[in-house]
C-alpha cells in the first residue's frame, strides 16, 4: 500500500506538512452539538452540592444529618460527614466507571455516535428518575442511569471532538467539552441558587438535566460519524467523502493515507485492551492513567461537589454558599475560554506546569487560613471568608486554564487509533474512579483532616506538576495518527519504545 510498510503506529512517516483543510461550519457545529454531552457531565457535578445542602432535600432523604446540622455544638467540619448522603454523589461515578468499560467496545466497533445517542438516553431516563424519586432506592436508581450516560458520554465525546478537529486547531476545539463541562457547572449553581427556597426545588434541580439530555439525544441522531470510524470499520469511500466535507476541500490525501495507515493495524488488533499493555502503547498507557487521576487529585472535584457544604462547614449561611459556589462556577467556565484561546498557541506543558504551581499556592493560602482563623465551633469573620471565597476562586481558575481541559484533552489525542476506544475508556475509569474515591470519602476527610484536607491536595499537585515537567512531551500541533513519533523522540519514552518502526503488526 502507499508509505511503505506501517509501524506499531499505524503510520510510516510524518506527513503533517502535508494536511489541508480549515474550520468549516459543518466541523463547528458538530464540535457544539457533540460538546453537549460535557454540558450534562457538569450540570450533574454541580447539582449534587446544592442539593445535597436544601433542607427539604435532607429531611425527605437524609434526616440524620439534616438533625446534625442544626446542632449549634457540631463540629464545623463534621456537621455532613454520612457515608448515605456521600454515596448519593458517589454512585453516579461507580456506575460511570463500569459503564466506561463497556462503552470502550462499543464505542470502537459501533462508532461515536452510538456511544453519544446511547449516552443521551440513559441521562434522560436518570434525570427524569430523579426528579420523581419518592424513596432513597429510586433516587440512587437515577443516579446510576445518570452514570451510564457519563460513561459512555465521556468515553465518546472527547474522541469525537479529537477525530473531527483540524490538528492545528485540535486543543482548542477538544476544550469544547470542557467548556460546556464548566458551563454545566455554572448552570447547576444558579438552579440550585434559584431554587434552594422552594419546597419541591430540589426536583426541578435534578430534573431539568433533561434538558441537555434532550440535545445530546437528538444531536447525536443527526450528527455525521468521524472519518476515522467509518474507515476503522471498512467504510473508506464514505470516510473520504466525509473528510473532505468536514476539511473544506478535496486536497485531504496525507491526512486520509494517515488514517488508511492507522485503520489497517487497527482492523489487524482483535484484543485492544490486551495491545494497550503491550510495550509499545506504554507511554501512552501511563498518560492515560496517570492525567485523569492527577485531575481528581487536584482536589477539584470536592470544591464543586460540595461548595455548598463546604462553605457551610465554613460558617457561610446557606444563601452565602450556594451563592459562593455559584461564584466558583461562573469563574471555571470564563477560565476554561482562556484555555481554549491559549492551548494552541502556549501548548499543553506550559499550561499544565504554571496551573499547577498556581494551585499549590492557593491551596496552602486556605489551609492557613482555616487552620488560624476557624476553630471546630467557630465562624470566620467576614473579611476571612471573602479572602477564602476570593483564594478558591483563583485556585478554580487556575485549574480553569489548566489541568481542567488538558486532563481530558491530552489523553484524548495521544493514543493510536488501533487502542484509541481501549485508550479512552481507560482514561474515562481512571477519572470515575478517582472521582468516585474523592466523592465518597471527601466528606470523612474533610471531618478527620479538617484544614488540613488543603494540604493532601497540595501535596498531590506538587507530585503531578513534577511529572508533567518530565514525562509529558508537547503534544501542540501533532497530528493525532502521527503522535507515536513523539515518543520515540522524548528522552525517557524512546528507551521504552521497542525499535520496531517498520516491522508488521502481529494482530494481538
Known sequence: MAGGHIGPAGVAKERAEQYEGRVTFYVVIACLVAAVGGAIFGYDIGISGGVTSMDPFLKKFFPAVYKKKGLAHENNYCKFNDQGLAAFTSSLYLA???ASLIA????RNYGRRTSIIFGGVSFLIGSTLNA???NLAMLLLGRIMLGIGIGFGNQAVPLYLSEMAPTHLRGALNMMFQLATTLGIFTANMINYGTQKLEWGW?????LAAFPATIMTVGGLLLPETPNSLIERGRVETGRKLLEKIRGTTHVDAEFQDMLDASELSNSIKHPFRNILEKRNRPQLVLGIFMPMFQILTGINSILFYAPVLFQSMGFEGNASLYSSALTGAVLASSTVLSI????RLGRRLLLITGGIQMITYQVVVSIILGLK???NQELSKGFSVLVVIVICLFVLAFGWSWGPLGWTVPSEIFPLETRS????VTVAVNLLFTFIIAQSFLSLLCELKFGIFLFFAGWIIIMTIFVFFFLPETKGVPIEEMILLWRKHW???KIMPDIQYEQPQGT
Open 96 to 98: 460511570g466507571l463500569v
Open 104 to 107: 470502550a467496545p462499543v464505542t
Open 374 to 376: 476557624l476553630g471546630n
Open 341 to 344: 484561546a491559549a492551548v494552541d
Open 492 to 494: 525517557f519514552w524512546k
Open 203 to 207: 426536583r426541578l434541580s435534578l430534573g
Open 132 to 134: 420523581a424519586a419518592v
Open 422 to 425: 481501549a485508550g479512552q475508556g
